[in-house]
């Protein structure tokens, strides 16, 4: 049975074939295709999903978090290690920030599980708000997380202050100095049983070496992980530490940049551009293969197989694939360019595949399904934003809007993000009227990514067991042998504006038609199954073809009167 999955062509043909269905003009994003099944004879248990981020580092789990500044910073990027992935701590800040933030992750030896909250000797806590989730606030030497830390103000102790004049002093005239806390090395069990010795709530993490803060961690932290399901091996660099990457841009002065973050520990370098195949990115390449020959760099973003050879040619290591796919960008919208999600991947792994360049498809991911699509297409991990955000190890404070707990979440893109510096991303950092190519939202709280995240690689998992392929490799070559068949699956409806994060979802399959042909019987859109009835509800249709007709008036306004009548009854009753 080996020999039929590993090459056989089904006997009896159903479904297209990747290299037919890609090959029809049309632009797929995930939601637009659907794998049929295969053959199953192993247990899903039994399914591995260790892949390559780059030609030289490997993974066990194919998560990568995105370097976006609601997303990944030093709580993300360890607890994405932890899982068997990686984490690329943004740029949006200042060489010295990122530079921390690395440093911050790679000093722990498990996930962090607190933000801490830091403010300095002279600032004064005036709501028991400010606490947030945490149990005590930290006191540093300059309010900031990678300073000394010089005492603590537990929530309990300020609740218990006399009156508000007292709290409106400043925290050095009531905070308990030289608190205990303990080394960042500690592993979770060391940890553990100091905790329950000491019969502390909550104790600091400080690393020994610099005497940053690294993490608070309180009692009921550690009861909470120990339910957690477990994840993949730990993705660990050649130091022993969390491997952890960073994104950096292409202007000359993110040569400074890129000599600090190395000299932090960062183990792999993302060139984050929205256009990856420009002169800047590849003589950045080249610069840094010249410079850090051993250091891996990941080019992009690129959605074409031109602009993918183009990066292949100057030495990268990996390539990120996705423009305007992400469920806060609006690149395509915008610029009119882009590719849908599930076409870019697959046609730029057919030729990356080539020179053994490992593929990251980055946006548009919202469930385990489009994994499965992602992975399956071609891509050797998956990159997140959304899927992440929201989530404890993400940056910010949670707060409530309309009854829901919310982080915020933002495209690098927005306004917002271009003030603090990813306008580079966008090739406009020497622009004075700056265009936005993504919104601000808010995702509503999911909890922890310890939790979530094994779950979610349990179900690509029984997604591949469907597909009877039993890695990540067997999937590739299932594909390009072509017995893993395909069908378009559905269109979208146009997001016109809303940008909702929740149920915004981009039109990239628009439906053709011309006089006296029907624009419902052309390749993906439904068809009457044999018992007479549409596969997708009449509802679909008519909001499908209302999308179609906003785009396409001027071939409605050619039907036949008697054509136009119908379609109007249709749309009415």
């Known amino acids: 049975m080996d020999s039929i999955l590993a090459g056989a062509t089904p006997v009896i043909d159903d479904g297209f074939p990747a290299t037919k269905l890609f090959s029809q003009g049309y632009s797929y994003t995930y939601d637009d295709v659907i794998f049929l099944p295969h053959y199953i004879d192993?247990?899903?248990?039994?399914?591995?999903?260790?892949?390559?981020?780059?030609?030289?580092i490997h993974l066990s789990t194919p998560c990568v978090a995105s370097p976006m500044d609601t997303v990944t910073e030093s709580a993300m990027a360890a607890a994405l290690a932890h899982l068997g992935g990686v984490g690329i701590i943004h740029s949006n800040n200042s060489a010295s920030d990122q530079s921390a933030l690395i440093r911050a992750a790679k000093a722990r030896r498990f996930p962090s599980l607190s933000d801490p909250i830091v403010v300095s000797s002279s600032d004064s806590i005036a709501s028991v708000s400010e606490f947030g989730s945490s149990p005590c606030i930290?006191?540093?030497?300059t309010g900031a997380k990678n300073s000394g830390l010089l005492g603590v103000v537990s929530k309990s102790d300020w609740l218990a202050m006399d009156n508000?004049?007292?709290k409106e002093a400043r925290v050095s005239d009531y905070m308990v100095k030289s608190p205990v806390t303990v080394p960042s090395s500690y592993s979770f069990e060391d940890l553990a049983g100091y905790l329950a010795n000491s019969k502390l709530d909550f104790v600091a993490m400080v690393d020994e070496g610099s005497g940053e803060v690294v993490d608070v961690v309180a009692s009921a932290d550690v009861e909470r992980i120990k339910g957690y399901p477990r994840g993949g091996v730990p993705s660990l660099?050649?130091?022993?530490?969390?491997?952890?990457?960073?994104?950096?841009?292409?202007?000359?002065?993110d040569k400074e940049r890129l000599e600090h973050l190395v000299k932090a520990g960062a183990n792999v370098v993302v060139l984050d551009s929205s256009q990856g195949n420009s002169s800047y990115q590849i003589e950045m390449i080249k610069y840094v293969k010249r410079t850090y020959p051993k250091l891996d760099v990941i080019g992009g973003n690129v959605v074409t197989m031109y602009q993918a050879q183009n990066l292949i040619q100057a030495g990268v290591d990996g390539l990120r694939v996705g423009m305007g796919s992400?469920?806060?960008?609006?690149?395509?919208?915008?610029?009119?360019?882009?590719?849908?999600?599930?076409?870019?991947?697959?046609?730029?792994?057919?030729?990356?595949?080539?020179?053994?360049?490992?593929?990251?498809?980055?946006?548009?991911?919202s469930n385990s399904g489009h994994i499965v699509k992602a992975l399956v297409l071609g891509a050797s991990t998956v990159m997140m934003g959304s899927f992440l955000a929201g989530s404890n190890e993400a940056p910010g404070a949670y707060e409530f809007q309309g009854g829901r707990r919310v982080k915020k979440y933002r495209g690098m893109g927005s306004l917002e993000a271009m003030t603090k510096g990813s306008d580079a991303r966008y090739l406009g950092d020497k622009e004075k009227l700056k265009i936005a190519q993504g919104v601000v939202g808010a995702v509503a709280d999911k909890g922890s990514v310890l939790k979530f995240i094994p779950y979610s690689m349990q179900a690509v998992k029984q997604g591949l067991q469907d597909l009877g392929a039993s890695s990540l490799q067997s999937a590739h070559n299932l594909l390009r042998l072509g017995v893993?068949?395909?069908e378009v699956w559905r269109t979208?409806?146009?997001?016109?504006?809303?940008?909702?994060?929740?149920?915004?979802?981009?039109?990239?399959?628009?439906?053709?038609?011309?006089?006296?042909?029907?624009?419902?019987c052309q390749l993906g859109c439904p068809q009457k199954s044999s018992?007479?009835?549409?596969?997708?509800?009449?509802?679909?249709?008519?909001?499908?073809?209302?999308?179609?007709?906003?785009?396409?008036r001027n071939l409605f306004d050619k039907w036949p009167p008697l054509l136009k009548a119908a379609a109007a009854y249709w749309l009415v009753f």
């Open 42 to 56: 192993f247990p899903a248990d039994s399914v591995r999903l260790d892949t390559k981020l780059t030609r030289n």
């Open 138 to 141: 930290l006191v540093t030497k």
């Open 164 to 166: 508000v004049n007292n």
């Open 237 to 253: 660099g050649v130091d022993g530490k969390f491997l952890v990457g960073a994104a950096i841009g292409t202007r000359e002065e």
């Open 326 to 365: 992400g469920s806060i960008c609006t690149t395509q919208e915008v610029c009119a360019v882009g590719r849908g999600q599930a076409t870019a991947v697959y046609k730029v792994s057919s030729i990356a595949e080539q020179s053994g360049v490992p593929v990251i498809a980055d946006g548009g991911i």
């Open 484 to 486: 893993l068949r395909l």
């Open 492 to 520: 979208k409806q146009v997001s016109s504006g809303s940008n909702e994060l929740a149920g915004s979802i981009k039109f990239n399959h628009l439906m053709e038609g011309s006089s006296g042909s029907n624009p419902f």
């Open 531 to 552: 018992n007479g009835r549409f596969e997708l509800e009449q509802h679909k249709l008519k909001v499908e073809f209302m999308g179609w007709f906003l785009m396409k």
